[in-house]
């Protein structure tokens, strides 16, 4: 049976695992989606072992918003980015496809950085380095 000590050391060496088998600097870029009146952009840069992600949305309804955030390598191709401010924390997955052309976000409390209208969420494809 495995002592605390060691499940603690057993979750950090999986957690370290994960982040050294993420998705490196192949996840940096500018990614964007525009459709329909809608716009949604992420700048990620690699920074420190961490990322860091710029995030925006726009509606030509009048909603938008942004929020920069730090993440941190989950799998060889996902990054988790979070942000905590006034009691709300907003994170945001970001999942990105063969190729590292496109990026699936899906957000998760995160309003406060965009309104009720907008969203941090869908399919991005890269359109920069």
Not at 15 to 20: E, F, G, P, R, V
Not at 67 to 80: D, E, F, N
Not at 89 to 96: G, K, L, N, Q
């Amino acid at each position: 049976m495995l002592r605390r000590s060691s499940l603690a050391a057993l979750a950090l060496l999986i957690s370290t695992a994960a982040q050294a088998a993420g998705p490196g600097s192949r996840a940096a870029g500018t990614f964007e989606h525009k459709a329909d009146g809608y716009e949604q952009g992420v700048t990620v840069k690699a920074a420190g072992g961490g990322y860091i992600g710029d995030f925006s949305t726009a509606t030509n309804r009048g909603c938008g918003g942004g929020v920069k955030m730090k993440g941190r390598a989950v799998g060889p191709s996902t990054i988790v980015f979070s942000k905590a401010e006034d009691g709300q924390v907003c994170r945001i997955t970001a999942r990105y496809a063969a190729g590292f052309r496109s990026v699936d976000l899906d957000e998760d409390g995160c309003t406060l950085w965009h309104g009720a209208s907008c969203e941090f969420q869908g399919t991005l494809k890269r359109i920069g380095r």
